[in-house]
């Protein structure tokens, strides 16, 4: 055999041990589908603008090993996530905070905020959220779910607020400061010089095979290498042999305009229910960029369906569930190991990919 190793996917997963391995002398072979290495971090350079081709992604994270970690690969500018909503022609500031909830009521402490939202919430008699409605409700009350929630939540994940999760509405801080930052974390920022540089500086040293299909080559990939990382979708591998695993998919229209400033500001959700887009990106304030022209995304979600590109792992009980038999199967493989978003069913940000790929590097090559 040629390689110790076979990694499937070039995304942040299989690159952070793709690099991980290679210190360890061993010998890697990196292969992806697509014409391109980074997966969805993937950034590329439009006529000066750096854009996210597949979403916005914005580093961070309160892990300083992991950290310090990225900082060995790029260096981050000082860009701090600080979304608006737009509610028809409201625009409120992300995430909740008390800018949000003095536009909304024209109040102006924080024990008027709260006294709003338990007034509006205490016929409810919610003690445990069970859904994502009942967590928002919880706490932000009927306003704020209603205008800046409902709509937007039920186009993303494309089913009522009843039947989703309560820990994707947790992903958001709610305080009662003014304070619009988006993230609680400890470290924030995206990376100058964009994200592909990172992985092409991970991957350095490894064979890369790009525009190649795992499940189209399998024989002959197979027998390469001692040892497999598969960072695609887990019942793809299995070939759908104990049911499908539902995702979201999200496609975006991105267009140039000839204005230096669309929307004054890099994200800007669009939550109500009657615009069929989630948000529309302008890539440029992610680095302050000062080009005369601009480059926008409008994002739209959608159900995956086979063919389509997975982004977002619906972790419903139904799901969860099905995932976890699709564990056991993995358990039982002998020399192929699965991970990364697709591969381990997981709503993973960035800096978690990067900590469990490293977790799972002291494992395997220990
Ligand atoms: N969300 C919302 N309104 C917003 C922004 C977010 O209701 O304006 C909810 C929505 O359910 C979304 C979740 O919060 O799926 C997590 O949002 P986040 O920005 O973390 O999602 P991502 O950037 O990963 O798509």
Redesign the pocket.
Known sequence: MKYDYLVVGAGLYGAVFAHEAMQKGKKVLVVDKRPHIAGNIYTEDVNGIRVHRYG?HIFHTSDKKVWDYVNRFAEFNNYINS?I?RYHDELYN?PFNMNTFSKMWGIATPAEAKKIIHDQIEDLHITEPKN?EEQALSLVGRDVYEK??KG??EK??GRPCTELPAF??R??PLRFVYDNNYFNDRYQGIPIGGYTQIVEKLLDGADVRLNCDFRKNREELEAMADRILYTGQIDQYYDYKLGVLEYRSVRFETEELDTDNFQGNAVV?Y?AREVPYTRIIEHKHFEFGKQDHTIISREYSSEWKKGDEPY?PVNNARNNALYEEYRKLAQSETRVRFGGRLGAYKYYDMDKVIAAALAFCDDELK
């Open positions: 916005a979304p909503a992300l994502l800046l929630i937007y939540t993303q994940w994707i509405i992903r958001l959700n939550t977002y």
